[in-house]
């Protein structure tokens, strides 16, 4: 059903600038032009020349903002009574897309699909050479919720699920080279889900350094993976995986 996955930075509109500034630099992307009534979105463009296709988009929003997924489908509405029917409810329906909310409350929208193709964008070089590459959005449950809405993501995507090396982890796997993929995380506190940016990186260490002087804050560090925040103090982590996709 999902035709391509695209990680939707929602940033408040006072930092949005210096936000696109930032994740530009460090997914080595061009700006697209901004657009919509109020020029409030804007595309993450990989080099044209790597033959890569986007996967990464931004939007101004009032309030403090946050991710969200917008999953690109072939019918708009048997794609929204599909996600009704697991569990999700209808908070808009547009003429050209529908935002929902997950059974435990994560946004998503289902949008058009153009059958964008292409290679998802390459590993960026930071200055000291170390790899990094947003791939990942980690979608953040609470335990009382944990189950069912695992299981819904499960079936709306009909990725390949695979538990992960710690109990509270798990992924979703598409089959085919989507630029995102998910990450299931259990909290240890009930909470409405929400969702936040995940980087690989070769050198966690090196990658939030190089962060930190691009206007990042180090929160917290962890053995495989560092917490930090971004110019809007939007959370995000950078993790200890292969940012090759190997």
């Not at 790597?50 to 403090?64: E, I, Y």
Request: hydrophobic letters at 40%.
């Amino acid at each position: 059903m999902i035709r391509w996955i695209w990680a939707f930075l929602d940033r408040p509109a006072q930092r949005f600038d210096d936000c696109a500034k930032f994740w530009s630099t460090v997914t080595g992307t061009q700006l697209s032009a901004r657009r919509g009534e109020h020029d409030e979105f804007l595309t993450l463009l990989p080099d044209p020349a790597r033959f890569s296709a986007a996967g990464v988009k931004m939007q101004s929003v009032t309030g403090l903002g946050g991710v969200h997924l917008d999953l690109d489908v072939d019918h708009i509405p048997t794609a929204v009574r599909t996600a009704l029917d697991l569990g999700a409810e209808l908070v808009a329906n547009h003429p050209d897309y529908a935002v929902l909310r997950s059974p435990s409350g994560q946004t998503f929208c289902l949008t058009p699909s153009r059958r964008t193709k292409g290679t998802p964008a390459p590993a960026v070089p930071g200055p000291d050479g170390t790899l990094s590459r947003l791939d990942q959005v980690c979608l953040d449950i609470g335990p009382a919720d944990y189950a069912t809405e695992t299981e819904f993501w499960k079936s709306l995507t009909g990725w390949n699920f695979q538990q992960g090396r710690l109990p509270e982890f798990a992924r979703l796997r598409a089959d085919e080279p989507f630029p995102i993929q998910l990450l299931l995380q259990r909290l240890g506190e009930d909470r409405p889900t929400s969702a936040h940016i995940d980087l690989s990186s070769s050198d966690i260490t090196a990658t939030a350094a190089w962060h930190e002087t691009l206007g990042a804050t180090v929160v917290d560090r962890y053995e495989h993976w560092i917490v930090m925040s971004d110019p809007a103090d939007a959370p995000y982590c950078i993790t200890a995986r292969d940012p090759k996709g190997v």
